[in-house]
Each structure stands twice: as C-alpha cells, then as structure tokens.
C-alpha cells in the first residue's frame, strides 16, 4: 500500500513539475516575473463574423469527441431510433433541470445561453455524432 501511495505521488510530481505555470517568463522583465500572471491578464475578445444564423454544428457535421466512440457504439446496438429517443429524452431532461436552476438561482435570463452552451459542450464532447 505504501509503494502504491510514493508511486501514485512520483506520478503527481512528474506531472507538477511539466506543469509550467511557475516558471520564470522573458516578458516578466528584470524582476524574472512568472508565466501564471501572464496568463492571467486580461484578453480583449476580438469579434467573430459569423456566416450562417447559427454556430452549432448537429448530425454528420458534429466534432468527433470523447464520448463519440460510445456514442457509436449505442447506435449500432440499439439502432438509429432508438439512440435518438433516448438522446431527445436526455437533451430534453437537461433542458428542464437547467431551466429548474436558473429559476432557482434567480438568473432565468441565462437559460438559453446556459442550453446553447450544453448544446456546443455536447458537441466539442462528441455527444452529437
């Protein structure tokens, strides 16, 4: 169990120690300044022009992600149909719970940011394939 517990510890510390958040930057100057402020500057968004009325990519368009082999994997089992039964049913239930909090917490003007962003999520996750 100990050697179990310095191995899993050896582990973190090789990957806190690639990790260059810490590390001295050239922009910081003389003083040597660090890469953490740096990256936590503020950045001016610059605009997006936008060619068609929506971003959101659905069907043979979607990103291929994390999830888009089980994803496959579903509709090969459980056929087309039914795959989008289940997904129109869980969309639809994520939805209404978003909905159920934003209510809660008072910002029900976020509800259809909040749903277009779990759409895009959906998406960059490989939900939508």
Known sequence: MARL??????????VASSVQGFAPSS????????????SQ???????VARTSKSSLQMGSQAKFGVFSP???GAKIVL?????????GQAISLHSQYIGEFCQWSGAYHLRTRLIKKAKTNGDI????V
């Not at 056929?79 to 997904?87: S, V």
């Open 125 to 128: 996750l490989g939900f939508l």
């Open 41 to 47: 500057r503020a950045r001016t968004a610059k605009p």
């Open 79 to 87: 056929g087309n149909d039914k795959l989008n039964k289940i997904r």
């Open 5 to 14: 517990a310095s191995l899993a510890l050896l582990f973190v510390a090789l």
């Open 70 to 72: 089980a994803v496959y």
């Open 27 to 38: 922009l910081g100057g003389i003083s040597g300044g660090s890469n953490f402020v740096v």
